[in-house]
């Protein structure tokens, strides 16, 4: 009694102390990959089975926005860090104004079909945490195993690619395995129209600049990161016919997005007919981009793992805006398909980033002769998490709007427009909430 009352601590105190996360579940868990492989565990999310495509993120922190990006959905995410939970979770709930976007993660909730970590902590210590990873894949209905080898996992993922996978819990983790047409295939299912809005939405409506935003499963960022930089952003689903509204706006925006871009051939429709009738500034990211590179002429292919961490470097190609031919910028990425380089490229475009590490296509740019503005990468600026080196980017995208727009102002004789004065309104580096 005594000693107990002496290390208690005032609230305000104890505030950030380690936190347990209580009992983990005792339920066994197995991973099992369509190609054979079984890893044996321990649950301690729901208590349920699913399939999914196995994929691996050689990522060291931000697990809460890996896991609520809606481009992770049908996926069993195995993360490569080993120490997963250790800060724990915070509440999701950000005021609903027009200048925000209503959550602080990446989305409403947990958009992954499962998790694989080697070691969840069992306590989580942070100043915004209201709980543990293990409670919030219960409460979210996500299973999740630990005490699995994650780096022999990664190993043969890396060998013979993304696997389709079940995470089996309970009594089904030692049932025998599926057979092979019972493993569940996410590519050939359209995820996008799962995630992307029913219906058209704005935020800041008083903003600057009008930007339309095609939303094929868009993470909270991007929309923070126009929004902060005053563009009044009206997000439309996926297929929506921007053709008949494009006139309301001054750029067009293509959003990340989950599975095959194959699936969304009616994006690339509607874009295409864009870029040939619409001179505006385009910015696509991720599946925008390789939605831009379709309605280009390019083709997309499936990388054997892709790419998924923040720790990706990209090179830079050609200048535009804040990003300088030649430097390297280190990338936040998630993503399994990627453009084919080809030689020559569409004419009006050039590639604009190249991977450092697997030379695939980074990001495309309609050319300075085309009278274009038009850029899609596949790496993801507005990060969250990973790091800011190509946040600018937003930045640069909205200047370009403001410039067409002051060009085509109709300008009384003997007036000249300075262009840059139309520029960097917001702060050159808004600080984004990782
Ligand atoms: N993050 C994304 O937009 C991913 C795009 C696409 N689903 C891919 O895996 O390549």
């Known amino acids: 009694m005594f000693a107990r009352s002496i290390i208690r601590l005032p609230t305000t105190l104890s505030r950030g102390f380690a936190t347990h996360t209580g009992p983990l579940s005792a339920l066994p868990a197995t991973l099992r990959l369509k190609t054979?492989?079984?890893?044996?565990?321990?649950?301690?999310?729901?208590?349920?089975?699913?399939?999914?495509?196995?994929?691996?993120s050689t990522s060291i922190t931000s697990y809460t926005e890996s896991m609520t990006d809606p481009s992770y959905r049908g996926q069993i995410l195995v993360f490569?860090?080993?120490?997963?939970?250790?800060?724990?979770?915070?509440?999701?709930?950000?005021?609903?104004?027009?200048?925000?976007?209503?959550?602080?993660?990446?989305?409403?909730?947990?958009?992954?079909?499962?998790?694989?970590?080697?070691?969840?902590?069992?306590k989580f210590s942070h100043h915004s945490a209201v709980e543990s990873l293990a409670s919030w894949c219960r409460r979210s209905?996500?299973?999740?195993?630990?005490?699995?080898?994650?780096?022999?996992?990664?190993?043969?993922?890396?060998?013979?690619?993304?696997?389709?996978?079940?995470?089996?819990?309970?009594?089904?983790?030692?049932?025998?395995?599926?057979?092979?047409?019972?493993?569940?295939d996410p590519s050939i299912e359209n995820l996008v129209d799962q995630v992307s809005t029913k219906y058209p939405y704005q935020l800041n409506p008083t903003g600057k600049i009008k930007i339309a935003v095609l939303d094929f499963g868009v993470k909270a960022n991007i929309?923070?990161?126009?929004?902060?930089?005053?563009?009044?952003?009206?997000?439309?689903?996926?297929?929506?016919?921007?053709?008949?509204?494009?006139?309301?706006?001054?750029?067009?925006?293509?959003?990340?997005?989950?599975g095959n871009p194959g699936?969304?051939?009616?994006?690339?429709?509607?874009?295409?007919?864009?870029?040939?009738?619409?001179?505006?500034?385009?910015?696509?990211?991720?599946?925008?981009?390789q939605i831009i590179g379709m309605a280009a002429g390019l083709e997309a292919y499936r990388m054997t793992f892709g790419n998924r961490g923040h720790n990706q470097p990209v090179l830079a190609l050609a200048s535009a805006g804040s990003i300088k031919a030649g430097r390297v910028y280190v990338t936040s990425q998630n993503h399994q398909y990627a453009l084919k380089l080809s030689d020559p490229f569409p004419q009006g475009w050039e590639p604009f980033f190249i991977n450092c590490n697997d030379s695939s296509v980074e990001g495309i740019k309609s050319t300075p002769e085309s009278g274009k503005k038009v850029w899609g990468v596949q790496f993801h600026p507005e990060s969250a998490g990973g790091?800011?080196?190509?946040?600018?980017?937003?930045?640069?995208?909205?200047?370009?709007?403001?410039?067409?727009?002051?060009?085509?102002?109709?300008?009384?004789?003997?007036?000249?427009?300075?262009?840059?004065?139309?520029?960097?309104?917001?702060?050159?580096?808004?600080?984004?909430?990782?």
């Open 36 to 56: 054979g492989q079984s890893f044996h565990g321990r649950s301690f999310g729901s208590p349920r089975s699913v399939f999914g495509e196995t994929v691996f």
């Open 80 to 122: 490569t860090t080993p120490l997963i939970g250790n800060y724990g979770i915070p509440s999701n709930n950000a005021p609903i104004d027009s200048q925000d976007v209503g959550v602080v993660l990446e989305s409403q909730g947990i958009q992954c079909s499962a998790i694989v970590v080697a070691d969840v902590a069992e």
């Open 141 to 184: 209905n996500i299973p999740a195993i630990t005490g699995v080898d994650t780096r022999a996992i990664t190993r043969l993922l890396r060998d013979q690619g993304t696997t389709l996978g079940r995470l089996a819990i309970g009594a089904d983790a030692s049932a025998p395995a599926p057979v092979s047409e019972q493993y569940w």
């Open 223 to 258: 929309l923070r990161s126009l929004v902060r930089r005053n563009a009044a952003v009206t997000v439309l689903p996926w297929n929506y016919d921007f053709n008949s509204i494009r006139d309301k706006f001054d750029g067009l925006f293509l959003t990340n997005g989950p």
């Open 263 to 289: 699936q969304c051939m009616e994006a690339v429709s509607i874009l295409r007919k864009t870029l040939q009738e619409w001179n505006k500034p385009v910015f696509g990211i991720c599946m925008g981009h």
């Open 387 to 434: 790091p800011l080196d190509t946040i600018e980017m937003f930045t640069d995208f909205l200047d370009e709007c403001r410039v067409h727009k002051a060009e085509n102002v109709k300008t009384p004789v003997g007036t000249t427009i300075d262009a840059a004065s139309f520029m960097r309104e917001q702060p050159a580096r808004v600080q984004v909430t990782a």
